[in-house]
């Protein structure tokens, strides 16, 4: 299935992440194609080429990025890596879901 059949039913509100060959599923890397909304992809085509639109999909995860609301502001340590634990209380949190694709 391509990338286009297979976002066609997924919701503009949705987040998503496109990542190329063996990017991680929970970093970022040059291997990111797109992190974003999908409503903003499908208004403006053309950030991704045509190519990654009829890009196989070799595996999907719903990956949640969860972090101190204010991290940057309050100067505290990047988001956690799988496996590291927080150091802060759950209502400081915010999560937020990727769709992420990999092609």
Same mark, same amino acid.
């Given at each position: 299935?391509?990338?286009?059949?297979?976002?066609? =039913?997924?919701?503009? @509100?949705? %987040?998503? %992440?496109? #990542?190329?060959?063996?990017?991680?599923?929970?970093?970022? *890397?040059?291997?990111? /194609? &797109?992190?974003?909304?999908?409503?903003?992809? %499908?208004?403006?085509?053309? $950030?991704? *080429?045509?190519? @990654?639109?009829?890009?196989? @999909?070799?595996?999907?995860? #719903? /990956? =949640?990025?969860? %972090?101190?609301?204010?991290? $940057?502001? !309050? +100067? !505290?340590?990047?988001? !956690?890596? =799988? +496996?590291?634990?927080? $150091?802060?209380?759950? *209502?400081?949190?915010?999560?937020?879901? &990727? &769709?992420?694709?990999?092609?």
């Amino acid at each position: 299935m391509t990338l286009e059949q297979f976002i066609e =039913p997924i919701h503009n @509100i949705t %987040r998503i %992440r496109i #990542v190329k060959g063996k990017g991680s599923r929970y970093e970022t *890397s040059e291997a990111d /194609v &797109y992190i974003g909304w999908l409503g903003i992809l %499908r208004e403006d085509k053309s $950030q991704i *080429s045509k190519e @990654i639109w009829q890009a196989e @999909i070799k595996d999907f995860a #719903v /990956v =949640p990025d969860i %972090r101190h609301k204010d991290w $940057q502001k !309050l +100067g !505290l340590m990047k988001p !956690l890596e =799988p +496996g590291e634990h927080p $150091q802060y209380k759950f *209502s400081d949190l915010t999560m937020t879901l &990727y &769709y992420t694709f990999c092609i």
